[in-house]
């Protein structure tokens, strides 16, 4: 059945069920997977999955919601039934509507949609890859964690009032984490992921070199003395924090009171006013892009911080009613619709003459913390208090020297993060979550067993 | 006539499937798989979230799918598929065999047919009509949130509640041939206290497995005074201050950290990775002789407890340290392939769309000769853990986790409560330093995320005493 027919018997069913407005959400995929070790296969997975979120509203306009994997006749009609069921409880307090955008034209790119390849080209492929990074070092004795995988997928949005969209795309993904042992040393971990439209477009060369080099480069480590340190954080780790923080940009979060921000916080200043940042999903280096979110609002770019002052939130359709505005293209279809960015552009502004931009990190001499890699986000974040202590990966360069540090955590607040941002470096670099420049921050709390 | 026709080409649950699931297992291993497993699931979930006075979230959700492993030699391909019809699940095995790529199908793997049908779910089939209602659920929820409010620092308060009725039939070709039927419910609170410039939150979440009336049971007064106490008591809290001292873990979720920063390290799938520094140490002194762990899933109504595990093995209790020494890892069917040890009824997966995996189950530390007064008296300057936050454990085994309620000890007393502090450290240099276990084992309910999804499992421990680790901080 294709996403068009499915509309079709979804109508139908309401029809008979007397439900007159209604909306979903569908998707449909085709996965593969491959893991090897030492040269064998190890584990190769595939996948159907077809998801189906309905929602209905009754007669007092109160929104009910089903999610089901069985998109039979009667799967279908059940599903129904349950939402308008579910729509007894529906919530009385915040009111939701179809997205006034969801019918708005979408931007149409080239999907770069590619051709499966199979699995034994991808098995073929990860053998490959895991012998050349494990010949690429003598320390590097195993690639414990690695898989190569590729899906296919469509999206669908469509409702009672007519609306109808849908795309459909494919991602391959490659990930190499390597095991570095030497004699008398602890045993040390990296590693690189890589995306693609397709297994074509991954560039597993320098996946596998970037494995391998992040390895080797950890093999000489050291703990670092607890103090407060200059630290410059990788493109990686700074999209990480912002992400993790994301709900200062959040209406929902704001409305459920569990952020940073209020209402009334459009304008505060956050940072130095050398910092932008945009939330960009139709980015053209974001392979996992989608024309419209959860609601059926087509995806913008949208300015979140401007010269350091905070300058719009993102929105849902009900959050966008309530602060009186337009829904952004950010929502997730749910009983409570979710809020979330798609992909985060950090950039210098134009007002940047304040920045230290002595600091460049492949060139200072002087010494600083480089953090590679932020770790355990879920346990080390207070998003509601604004306080951070993760673990992460990274060197103490010092003397001109630069040694791996053994293990530590990074602590602090955002407010403070965003406030002490020293430098933006110019060069922005493509990461999986988004782009961005490194960014340097002055005096944050290390913790290192020293 | 035509019912039965229906009948023998597709999956129906509550059915005798039995015909259907020997010719798909013939299929594979006419194809020249050496094993061939069927994993069916049929899901009916339900949750609601109440927040300050409102349901704001009434979701229920139902599917059915099947997983299809097949190996061959040391290799697996798994499938999974939304697709129970006969010709569905044969398209499942095809794959699988086409990527093993198997071609020599002439040696043919014995089967006698499935054994007799071991039915655990014949006294569960009435759950599902025992289970509280949805109006039930949302009135207890909203009274307690309403008794979450105990003054106007509270700014935020949510009650949430999730069960999920998972029907599961399972048959391999060694003659496994098994029904059942797991229930699970877990509420929990939450709350935000804020005051000028501080904040807080506090939290609790209980669960139980295969008991339809525990919500109704749950003491929602207790729970909600808990985590108001807990939010107050942290609201003007001191970050704590980094370095290395003694800590004092509190019982129940305190036992997160031996699960995450050890448990995971006695998983087949680890030595399989060649990632778990105990892998040659069975036998061997790995942890203070003060120290014993277990992992079973035999616990009644505990979350991690199961009839049956994924794989259709009974669960067995597992002493994993027994006085620190290295006695058992907990393996499932591919973990026996693979590293030689025995399975214990740990094969477990979030659904059908996940192979099943060596996991864990309800996984504590025993009980102790201590009270928790005398390990606090032993630390003269040190720090002691009510509740545990979240945590992670790196590849080469390096483990942190965020203390939630924290305070410091001074001579051997407790004083002032302080946030922000992370515990650092690796699993074989920690557990030779738990010298006090206490005397008051509990356990608490969590969800474990990894290779197979998430599971439902127990944590737990008395409080014990670690005499020397990294505390993060500021």
């Not at chain 1, 008979?16 to 998707?27: C, M, P, Q, T, V």
């Not at chain 1, 050349?132 to 409702?159: C, D, M, Q, T, W």
Request: aromatic share 8%.
């Amino acid at each position: 059945m294709n996403s068009k027919e499915i509309t079709t018997q979804i109508s139908e069913a309401a029809d008979s069920l007397n439900l007159k407005k209604w909306d979903y959400g569908a998707s449909f995929s085709n996965d593969c997977s491959v893991q090897v070790d030492k040269g064998e296969a190890k584990q190769l997975k595939a996948s159907q999955k077809q998801i189906l979120t309905i929602r209905v509203w009754n007669e007092s306009n109160l929104v009910g919601i089903t999610t089901t994997s069985d998109l039979s006749e009667s799967g279908i009609k059940k599903a129904l039934n349950q939402a308008n069921i579910a729509s007894d409880f529906g919530n009385k307090n915040e009111r939701t509507e179809f997205s006034p955008l969801a019918k708005d034209p979408i931007e149409v790119k080239d999907s770069k949609k590619r051709n499966p390849v199979g699995i034994k080209k991808l098995l073929d492929l990860l053998r490959e890859a895991e012998v050349k990074l494990l010949e690429s070092h003598e320390s590097i004795k195993s690639v414990p964690y690695n898989g190569l995988s590729e899906s296919f997928y469509e999206r669908v949005y469509a409702n009672s009032d007519g609306a109808f969209r849908s795309y459909k795309k494919s991602q391959a993904a490659l990930y190499l984490y390597a095991r570095a042992e030497e004699k008398n040393k602890k045993p040390r971990s990296s590693g690189s992921v890589k995306l693609g439209y397709g297994v074509e477009d991954i560039d597993i060369e320098s996946c596998i070199k970037d494995a391998s080099n992040k390895t080797i480069s950890h093999l000489n480590y050291s703990p670092i003395k607890t103090h407060k340190y200059l630290i410059c954080f990788s493109p990686e780790s700074f999209l990480t924090i912002i992400n993790a923080f994301s709900s200062m940009f959040n209406a929902r979060s704001i409305l459920d009171g569990v952020s940073l921000s209020n209402k009334n916080s459009i304008g505060e200043k956050l940072s130095t006013q050398a910092l932008n940042i945009y939330d960009d999903g139709l980015h053209e280096k974001n392979i996992s892009s989608s024309p419209f979110d959860g609601e059926g609002t087509p995806t913008k770019r949208l300015c979140l911080i401007n010269k350091g002052r905070l300058e719009n939130f993102i929105h849902s359709e009900s959050t966008a009613r309530i602060f009186k505005t337009m829904p952004t293209g950010h929502a997730g279809l749910g009983s409570k619709v979710s809020v979330s960015p798609d992909w985060i552009v950090v950039e210098k502004s134009e007002e940047n003459s304040a920045l230290k931009t002595s600091l460049d990190h492949s060139t200072y001499e002087g010494e600083f913390v480089y953090i590679e890699e932020l770790n355990a986000i879920h346990a080390g974040v207070r998003a509601s208090q604004g306080s951070f202590s993760l673990p992460f990966d990274g060197w103490l360069y010092k003397n001109g020297k630069k040694i791996s540090i053994e293990s530590a955590t990074v602590a602090g607040d955002i407010k403070y993060l965003l406030k002490n941002i020293v430098n933006i470096e110019s060069n922005q670099e493509v990461t999986t979550s988004g782009i961005s420049p490194h960014i340097w921050v002055d005096e944050l709390s290390i913790t290192g067993d020293a | 006539m035509l019912s039965s026709q229906i009948k023998s080409n597709e999956i129906i649950f509550g059915s005798c499937n039995k015909d259907l699931l020997e010719e798909i297992i013939f299929y594979g291993l006419g194809l020249g798989a050496d094993f061939v497993e069927i994993f069916i699931e049929n899901i009916d979930n339900s949750s609601v979230l109440a927040e300050e006075d409102f349901i704001t979230s009434v979701s229920p959700s139902f599917g059915r799918g099947a997983g299809i492993r097949i190996f061959k030699d040391k290799k697996d391909g798994f499938v999974s598929t939304n697709d129970l019809t006969k010709n569905g699940l044969m398209r499942s095995v095809s794959q699988a065999i086409e990527m093993l790529d198997i071609t020599d199908n002439k040696k043919r793997e014995v089967f006698n047919g499935l054994d007799k049908h071991r039915d655990y779910s014949l006294s569960k089939k009435k759950w599902i009509n025992e289970v509280p209602s949805i109006n039930e659920i949302t009135e207890k929820l909203l009274v307690s949130t309403k008794s979450l409010k105990k003054n106007n620092k509270i700014i935020t308060r949510k009650g949430s509640y999730s069960r999920n009725l998972q029907e599961v039939i399972i048959a391999s070709s060694d003659g496994t041939y098994v029904s059942d039927i797991r229930l699970h419910q877990t509420v929990g609170l939450n709350v935000i206290a804020s005051d000028a410039q501080y904040r807080s939150s506090g939290s609790r979440r209980f669960g139980s497995s295969g008991m339809p009336h525990e919500f109704r049971l749950w003491d929602h007064e207790k729970a909600a005074n808990d985590v108001f106490e807990s939010s107050m008591n942290m609201l003007y809290a001191d970050y704590v201050d980094a370095g290395q001292m003694p800590v004092v873990l509190a019982n129940k979720f305190g036992g997160v950290i031996f699960h995450e920063a050890c448990g995971h390290l006695l998983e087949t799938t680890q030595i399989e990775r060649g990632t778990t520094p105990f892998e040659n140490k069975l036998n061997e002194k790995i942890a203070h002789e003060s120290v014993t762990a277990i992992d079973e899933g035999i616990s009644e109504g505990s979350f991690g407890s199961l009839s049956v595990d994924d794989e259709g093995m009974e669960p067995e209790k597992s002493v994993l340290i027994k006085d620190g020494i290295l006695k058992k890892f907990i393996s499932d069917r591919a973990g026996e392939l693979r590293t030689g040890h025995k399975r214990t009824g740990s094969g477990r997966r979030q659904n059908y769309s996940f192979a099943a995996a060596s996991r864990m189950r309800n996984t504590y530390i025993a009980k102790g000769e201590h009270s928790k007064e005398d390990l606090i008296n032993s630390i003269s300057d040190g720090l002691y853990c009510k509740s545990m936050g979240g945590g992670s454990v790196g590849a080469t085994g390096q483990f942190n986790f965020a203390v939630e309620e924290g305070y410091l000890i001074k001579n051997g007393k407790l004083t002032n409560p302080v946030k922000g502090a992370t515990l650092i450290g690796e699993a074989k240099e920690v557990m030779p330093k738990i010298s006090m276990c206490g005397n008051d084992l509990e356990l608490a309910p969590g969800f474990c995320g990894s290779i197979s999804g998430s599971v439902n499992v127990t944590v737990g421990q008395p409080h014990i005493k670690v005499d020397s680790i990294t505390v993060g901080g500021r």
